[in-house]
């Protein structure tokens, strides 16, 4: 299955110079755990909510940081027409949850690790979760 077939299409995005209680604010309105950061249509970088946790709250750091600030600039993204296999090997191999998917440069939806899980039906059957 292609990357197409199972990524967000209506990808929230936040300029790097909003601040990082915009960016969590938009993350918690949205109920999602990052934000692509663009400038006009270029994408620049990535926000996540584990980036708010270690890099603003765990340094106590101001909620006026600015995003460009804090965002992941060595951007790991991925081609609509790729493989879910190559989503997952890229994101294994950078230990990382998303990917922005990038079409001609232009940003085009985004992919998580659970939609992977989801479309793969991994972890579908239950029983394979034992806490004893």
């Known amino acids: ?17 909003a601040t ?12 999602i755990g990052c934000l692509v950061v663009v400038e006009g249509e270029k994408v620049v970088g990535i926000i996540t909510e584990r980036d708010l946790a270690y890099r603003i ?35 294994a191999a950078h230990v990382i949850r998303r990917l922005p998917v990038l079409e001609e440069g232009k940003l085009v939806g985004i992919v998580s690790i659970e939609d992977i899980m989801r479309t793969e039906k991994i972890g579908a059957d239950a029983s394979l979760f034992s806490y004893t």
């Open 57 to 91: 709250i765990a340094e106590r750091r101001s909620l006026d940081t600015k995003v460009g600030e804090i965002m992941t600039k060595d951007l790991k993204t991925i081609s609509p027409e790729k493989s879910l296999k190559d989503a997952a090997k890229i994101m």
């Open 20 to 31: 990082m209680a915009e960016a969590a604010r938009i993350m918690k309105k949205y109920k």
């Open 1 to 17: 299955m292609r990357v197409r077939n199972v990524m967000v299409k209506n990808v929230k995005t936040i300029s790097p110079e």
